[in-house]
């Protein structure tokens, strides 16, 4: 993150790598006094510790690359998913694209005292803080020594790259570039500036006591080029960015410089640079198959707080070691860590969140007219499938990739009154100049033939043909009904829902008073005993449209008087009654409510089993991530069972042929593992 004066005045708006070393030089090693055990032995427990994760097939079949913006950015906004990917022993890469220099002066962010600034010495104590944290995440010792080394990944550009001794699949990479030096401001030196060509080359800041040669500068394609060799190198299972697409503020009278978005800037361009790197390196065929996520920012301040108090706690420890409030003695006079953050980690509203920016969707398992489960799920970008499913992993065949490249976020499945499945996602077309780097809602259903699947075709963007609009677009979801119709639904540039049929535009739904400004994405959209199509939103409550024949206009439902919900809604019909699911905030327990005649009423309430992100259910089971990133089933009278791998996206849960429930998850080693439930787990293949 930049600047927190800078931070502060955004909340108000809201009401084959070249890889041997050029150099190679010890960073100047901390040793506490008392230290006397050898180089590299791990310390104490930490006080909240992530127990390792024992991916099936070991650690060898993962890696993970991180791309961020500020030293403190995945702290902030990436964990506990980062924590989690450090403890999994796989190889785990962050690359801080920026210095985040800010106004160079390492002091508390109320402290009015004149302290001199001194933009190289504040980047290497923040670089300072954050190797401390990376250490506490993977050896419990935050003065657990690092290497460091110069590295070219492009010739004639050189990174430094840290290595923790005592756990070496960790490491940071730091091309040292300047940062915005502001939120929203336009500055041409900057990523921002870089990206739409308003500069030809952004230059370099070497910290405090490097051997980066100054004067450095890098162009935009050789911002792009670093990060695709970086992916070439490593052949990530998952790639992190920060968020490509975040939310432009309330328009405010007099406001200069065009729309303010919730997030800074380096933030967005950051993850453009990562989309294009990315996109490069899925077309070259270098990786192996790896889901990409995108974390929301600064928004998650006014979005309800979606993490338990032990998931805050961790978090808040780890910025608190980055932040330097033990005042450790790290032995540079640079500093040990970021002044601006200690002690006040969760003043701004960002730790006690986690959130992606593809909200996930449980409906992409379902059960096809040939009477056997389907799943689908985006590898390099692309659409994947695995057919044949009973919940045995052997039964399952594939993936098979369905051609068409660029999609990003997640999927959905519908299966039609034909008994063709069709699916749903979003393309993002990466162009340098905004009016036309867009993002459009595509479509492609399943050959008659049941064997293939035809082209993605367009459907468009809920505002229509503006191109700014369109990266605010929510990810679609879809009714299919009993005549052939289908309803696509998604969220809008102004924070209502739209929708749309495969033959007709999209039209917005009036927003309900009781919704609040805006609904946030994490649709539930289902079609009830009588035809009758219902759409759910998360926002103050649970926002509900509804229509009033089949395949007819949909309006406001009226309010469903339900607490606010802590992300995404999920929707089903159970004996005739409309049932949603979703997570409370700060619990993360799952709440479901049911309607009986026109009044909701919360009739479930479970054990949180931690985590965030949405609920699947059918009727006896229910899933969800838990609080170390694997999967919790929920099951009759029991309480949470916790297994499968480490994974990306979302479970889904769906019954079978015979009518048994079967869980899915794609790990984050790009495989799809299924379960039935009380079952073991086991991936497909």
Partial sequence: MGNPLTRRRALWLTGGLLAAPAAGYGIWEATRPDQAKAKGAAGPAEEHPVVGTGLAGGAADLSFVHVIAHPDDNLYFMNPDLDQAVASGAPCVTVCLTDGESDGRNILHAERREVPADRPAYTRARINGLAASYAVMATGEELSPWDVELVSYLPGLQAELHTLRAAPHVQLVFPALVEARAVSLPRAESLRGLWLGQTDRLATLPPARSKLAPGATYTREQVTATLAAVLDHYRPTVVRTLDPNPEHAPEKPGRPGGAVYLDHQDHTYSAYFAQAAAARHFAAGKGRAASVESYLGYVNAGLPHNLDAPAVARKTHLLDVYGWTDDRDCGDPAGCGDRKVGGGALRNGWAQSTRYRAPGSGEWLVLGADGVLHAFALLNGAAVWWRGGTGAAGSWRGPEKIEGDGLEGQLQVVKQASGQLRLFGVRTVLEYEAGKHRREIVTCEQEDSGSGFGEWTSLGAPDGDDPVKSMEAGYPTALALADGTVQVFARNWGGSVSVRTLDDDWQALPLPPDAGPAVQDGLGVVVDGAGLSHVFAPGRTVVHWASTEPGGLLRPAGPTGLP????????????????????????????????????????????????????????????????QGHVGVLSGTGGWVHGGPLMAGTPAVRRDAKGVAVVVAVGCDGKLYSAGVGGGWAPAG
């Fill in 564 to 627: 606010t919900p802590g992300g995404p809604v999920s929707a089903r019909v159970a004996e005739g009654a409309l049932v949603v699911e979703f997570r409370e905030p700060k619990s993360a327990k799952v709440l479901t409510a049911r309607r009986t005649g026109q009044a909701w009423k919360v009739v479930g309430e479970t054990a949180g089993p931690g985590g965030f992100g949405r609920v699947s259910a059918v009727e006896g089971a229910v899933a969800v991530r838990d609080g």
